[in-house]
């Protein structure tokens, strides 16, 4: 069993900065991939970015490539995404998610689920 805890949300002006924090507890949480998803009202979950185990492998949706990064840091347990020059249409509850397999990162391949935390973008 594995648990995620999000952290890192909130309200902030076009063009601003967040980093989010997912801290993972549990039986070897390092084992895990983990990703970052995002659900807006009205809307479907979708992948944000995903970060393999060991941190040597990325990806991210188009929609946010240059502007966020995903990094980990092992020794921690937490996986973090840095959100910069945030847009309107990133606002969104955003969730961290882990998964032990090798797949895409849609949210159909991760298993443990934290609770999400609310990102708004808003003047």
């Known amino acids: 069993q594995l648990q995620l805890v999000e952290s890192g949300g909130g309200l902030v002006q076009p063009g601003g900065s967040l980093r989010l924090s997912c801290a993972a507890s549990?039986?070897?949480?390092?084992?895990?991939?983990i990703g970052w998803f995002r659900q807006a009202p009205g809307k479907e979950r979708e992948g944000v970015s995903c970060?393999?185990?060991?941190?040597?492998?990325?990806n991210y949706a188009d929609s946010v490539k240059g502007r966020f990064t995903i990094s980990r840091d092992n020794a921690k347990n937490t996986v973090y995404l840095q959100m910069n020059s945030l847009k309107p249409e990133d606002t969104a509850v955003y969730y961290c998610?882990?998964?032990?397999?090798?797949?895409?990162?849609?949210?159909?391949?991760?298993?443990?689920w934290g609770q999400g935390t609310q990102v708004t973008v808003s003047s």
């Open positions: 998610a882990a998964t032990i397999i090798t797949g895409e990162c849609v949210p159909e391949t991760y298993k443990y």
């Open positions: 549990g039986f070897a949480p390092n084992y895990y991939a």
């Open positions: 970060i393999s185990s060991s941190g040597g492998s990325t």
